[in-house]
């Protein structure tokens, strides 16, 4: 038994796509609304949540709809296509409705406009209030951004997770956790290449920059890594293949011929307990890693005065060099434990960027993102296996939408109250503090679950049915 690592990376293209998409969401979305809108942080939150409550709802409507497709191209392939599409062409409409709300601050005299980040906090509040004011007395642009974020929004949450599911419909569970080190490769690729592209467009330099050039860039990738997609995975012949050797190595849970091939296998007592677990374990490290990546471009820049974009690529290479050892270590000592060491980690990270200030020199974040990275690896490779070790191979989809589920209502709460704390106390002194709570949280939910880990597998038969590529 070996994993075919080629197959898994040109599977993990899907994931490329959502990467790349999210990291350049994530970077500009809340610069827009509060430098180019004027929104406090409280309704900025609100609205980056809008993604994550359309998901609590549409992941596993997708996911589900997913499992029950036969095309002659697969069952994940075609809402692969049809979401991304759309949510690339929505994504840089997005941009030019943004261009002409800039327009109007610009004709309004708000002050400094091409002068990058402002200095002064009392000055960059003075000019939020102009800003806001603006967007009240002409509320249209408004009106029409968050129409078309709601056109981009549907259109990632019809493919998440059946390019997510994919994976463990071509992977037998026993190397789902070393697959999904390969897919959070091939995934954080393409978040490293779109924050690229943020130094090169020089994102984190200038408060009132138009993005649509930047955008049509970040879409050129997802497109490449879409039409590599689409010519080089086989989704319905791995998918047979993977039913076969699961076959062979006895892992098959697909009803039998007797039931009608209409029996499902119900979870025991005890694997329900560990799911419930596994998901409050999902939600509250969500809360705690959200509520850092969704506000972390405005942090850096109107707080710290640091440059995101390096930042966070220095997060992204270590998670990089992780991703394969993190598959290997949880396939010696198990998903359960290395998710537990991930926990404490990320949660140092988080703790030791609590006493960073705007007078600490910046290549101090150079080891806490490293830590983060290191940490939100080895976390992210072992949680989606764990969830769809319990689902029989007809419910992936399904399982895979529980998990989305949880992690989206999470990321529903973090922006919002994480916004709500920044706006009543200081963000200066919740930001990272907030984080550092949530995370800590995930490993007492995590420390009692009992099922998750890969069955194993006799020696004898791994022998009898070895491959090699």
């Avoid at 993990?12 to 809108?37: C, K, R």
């Avoid at 692969?80 to 005299?109: E, K, P, R």
């Avoid at 560990?274 to 409050?280: F, P």
Wanted: a neutral charge; aromatic letters at 12%; hydrophobic letters at 50%.
């Amino acid at each position: 038994m070996k994993l075919n690592y080629k197959r898994v990376f040109l599977v993990g293209m899907a994931f490329f796509l959502i990467s790349a998409f999210w990291q350049a969401y994530d970077a500009i979305v809340p610069l827009i609304l509060t430098n180019h809108f004027g929104l406090p942080q409280t309704a900025s939150g609100a609205v980056m949540s809008i993604d994550n409550v359309l998901a609590v709802f549409l992941l596993p409507i997708f996911g589900s709809l997913s499992d029950k497709a036969n095309t002659k191209y697969g069952k994940r392939t075609p809402f692969i296509v049809i979401g991304s599409l759309f949510a690339m062409v929505a994504f840089v409409c997005l941009t030019l409705i943004d261009n002409y709300q800039l327009a109007q601050v610009a004709a309004a005299g708000i002050p400094q406009l091409q002068q990058g980040a402002l200095s002064d906090e009392a000055f960059a509040q003075l000019t939020q209030e102009m800003t806001v004011k603006l967007t009240l007395e002409n509320p249209l642009p408004f009106i029409g951004f968050i129409a078309t974020l709601l056109v981009v929004l549907i259109a990632m949450a019809v493919f998440r997770s059946p390019a997510v599911a994919l994976m463990p419909d071509v992977t037998v569970k026993p190397l789902r956790s070393k697959a999904n080190a390969i897919i959070n490769l091939t995934g954080t690729a393409g978040g490293i290449l779109v924050l690229v592209l943020g130094i090169v467009f020089a994102t984190s330099k200038n408060h009132y920059m138009q993005y649509t050039g930047y955008v049509v860039a970040v879409t050129a990738i997802m497109l490449t890594g879409l039409v590599v997609f689409l010519f080089s995975v086989k989704e319905k012949q791995w998918a047979r293949e993977m039913e076969e050797e699961s076959l062979r190595l006895g892992l098959a849970d697909t009803p039998s011929d007797e039931d009608g091939g209409q029996a499902k296998r119900r979870l025991s007592k005890p694997e329900f307990t560990s799911l419930m677990l596994i998901l409050a374990s999902v939600a509250l490290w969500y809360i705690g890693y959200n509520s850092i990546t969704s506000k972390y471009s405005v942090y850096a820049t109107n707080i710290l005065g640091f440059d995101f974009n390096l930042t966070l690529i220095i997060a992204q290479a270590a998670a990089i060099v992780s991703y394969i050892p993190v598959g290997f270590i949880a396939s010696r000592v198990g998903r359960r434990k290395t998710i537990l060491a991930g926990v404490l980690i990320l949660a140092s990270a988080f703790f030791i960027g609590n006493f960073i200030t705007p007078s600490t020199p910046e290549m101090i974040m150079v080891p806490v993102f490293i830590l983060a990275g290191i940490g939100w690896a080895t976390i992210n490779v072992n949680s989606f296996p764990m969830v769809v070790e319990l689902a029989k191979g007809g419910d992936v989809g399904k399982y895979t939408g529980y998990y989305y589920t949880a992690s989206m209502s999470a990321q529903i709460v973090a922006p919002i109250l994480s916004g709500l704390l920044y706006d009543l106390i200081g963000m200066r002194y919740i930001f990272f503090a907030f984080g550092t709570v949530f995370v800590m949280l995930s490993f007492l939910t995590m420390f009692f679950v009992k099922h998750g880990d890969a069955k194993n597998i006799d020696k004898k038969d791994v022998l009898s049915h070895l491959e090699v590529d």
